[in-house]
């Protein structure tokens, strides 16, 4: 079952990643190929980023949800397993106690190791849901930049497509007929 949860995570990653890098890619060509002007290109990409960002974010919420319930699912699990263990630990340990005092010592710290592993594997799956969660922002953030590299691009391209649709129409001007 952790497997099947990491492919959808995995998944759901791989996704967010190519549904922007896609997005960048078809703003780009947009920008080279639109026919309205500059204000309304800048305008469909400050839209569509908006979009894009929107839509990263609640896939990054998604994906933090998913690891914190998972984390919940699993300290549960952990605290059940300790509980689980404590109790069959303190049935031995009274079995024994009857034939042996010495050994119920032995038990009971065995017991308390029990427990402190336990603990220890419920605070490691809090830490994996937190660097889960962690991973998901820096890639939100990550494609945001990449975003904005693309806009910056693209208003880059839009005004130098505009120096030379200028050159081009003052050169037909000039030209004799």
Known sequence: MADDTSEKSGGAGG????????????????????????????????KKTDEYSDLARSKVTDLSDAAKAKATELSDKAGDAAD?????????????????AGVSDSIKATADDLSTKATDKVQETKDSAQDLIDKGKSLVDDQKSRIASAVEAGKQTAQDKKVELTEAADAVKKAPY
């Open 15 to 46: 996704f967010i990643a190519g549904l922007l890098i896609g997005a960048t890619v078809g703003v780009l060509g947009a920008l080279l190929y639109a026919p309205q002007g500059g204000d309304e290109t800048r305008d469909l990409v400050k």
């Open 84 to 100: 689980s263990a404590k109790a069959k630990v303190g049935e031995v340990a009274d079995s024994v106690k009857a034939k042996t």
